[in-house]
């Protein structure tokens, strides 16, 4: 009988072999496998997330779309295609094909003859917004609650503790944009790209609506309650709760911009 010692790959192999040919009637066959793990580097756990490149003409739709949402182009004025090149440093071809894009998305209109106009939020542009961000934002509520993440919770959570920062400016501009980062948070977390793209188009609308909705708030007390209402209703997995909550949310919305009560109901009506 004789033993055989063998290693390779992190496997230790130990052989006790009684005949040259082993069979059936040799009971001096004893092979023993001895595994052990592998030793290596734990994986490196990601902490920044991969760059995206950008064409020229879709960083130009964002700083437009960036310019629009400010206010550094009020609705209804023009855009014209030698100052944005001036002012942007880029030729006309790419710029031409982002505000092609930006009135694709409603954000531009084009006048026959006249040219490109940043689109004017009068009241049926309000009113139209709203049923799309109503529609948009309550079946996102609804994704986020079907996924049941503690993380989107956590996020929407400390998106109403931002907003707290402000509850003495209920009316300010960071308040305004505190509001409009936990809808966005809110878009994010239900994982659908339709629903982002949607989302992010509505947005730029919605803080144009936002300076006119400028004084309409007297107490931030009240404006960050019934955003934490929404929070609580999505922790809880209360479908229900979280719809009627942001059906009456968009209500009051469109109440404070154009102080239309049927229209605000319309918005109620619209429940499944």
Same mark, same amino acid.
């Given at each position: 009988m004789r033993a055989i010692h063998g290693k390779k790959e992190g496997m230790t192999v130990t052989m006790k072999?009684? +005949?040259e040919t082993p069979g059936p009637e040799d009971p001096g066959i004893d092979r023993t496998v001895v595994h052990q793990p592998k030793r290596g580097k734990s994986p490196r756990r990601r902490v920044l997330s991969p760059l995206v490149q950008e064409s020229t003409p879709a960083i130009i739709a964002?700083?437009?779309?960036? +310019? #629009?949402?400010?206010g550094d182009f009020a609705p209804g004025s023009? =855009?014209?295609?030698? @100052? =944005? !090149?001036?002012? =942007?440093?880029?030729? %006309?071809?790419?710029l031409?094909?982002?505000?092609?894009?930006?009135?694709?998305?409603?954000l531009l209109v084009s006048h026959r003859n006249r040219g490109l106009f940043v689109v004017s939020m009068e009241d049926d542009d309000i009113r139209d917004m709203y049923v799309a961000r109503?529609?948009?934002?309550?079946a996102a509520a609804q994704q986020v609650? &079907?996924? %049941?993440?503690?993380? !989107?919770?956590? &996020?929407?959570?400390?998106?109403?503790? !931002?907003? %707290?920062?402000?509850?003495?400016?209920?009316?300010?501009?960071g308040m305004a944009e505190a509001d409009?980062?936990?809808?966005?948070?809110?878009?994010?977390? !239900? @994982?659908?790209?339709?629903?982002?793209?949607?989302h992010e188009t509505i947005l730029v609308e919605t803080r144009m609506c936002l300076r006119a909705m400028r004084g309409t708030y007297s107490s931030g007390k009240d404006r960050i309650d019934e955003h934490?209402?929404?929070?609580? +209703?999505? *922790?809880? @997995?209360?479908? +229900? *709760?979280?719809?009627?909550?942001?059906?009456?949310?968009?209500?009051?919305?469109?109440?404070?911009? #154009? @102080?239309?009560?049927e229209d605000a109901a319309n918005l109620q009506v619209a429940r499944g």
């Open positions: 072999v009684g +005949a964002r700083k437009l779309h960036d +310019a #629009i949402a400010n023009q =855009l014209t295609e030698s @100052g =944005l !090149a001036a002012d =942007l440093g880029v030729s %006309r071809g790419p031409r094909e982002a505000m092609q894009r930006l009135t694709a998305e409603g109503t529609a948009v934002e309550r609650i &079907a996924h %049941r993440e503690q993380e !989107a919770v956590q &996020a929407l959570g400390e998106a109403v503790d !931002a907003m %707290r920062d402000f509850i003495e400016e209920p009316n300010g501009a409009m980062a936990f809808h966005q948070t809110l878009v994010e977390y !239900a @994982g659908s790209q339709r629903l982002s793209r949607l934490q209402a929404l929070v609580d +209703a999505i *922790a809880a @997995g209360d479908a +229900a *709760a979280a719809d009627a909550l942001m059906i009456e949310h968009m209500a009051d919305g469109l109440r404070r911009l #154009i @102080g239309d009560g």
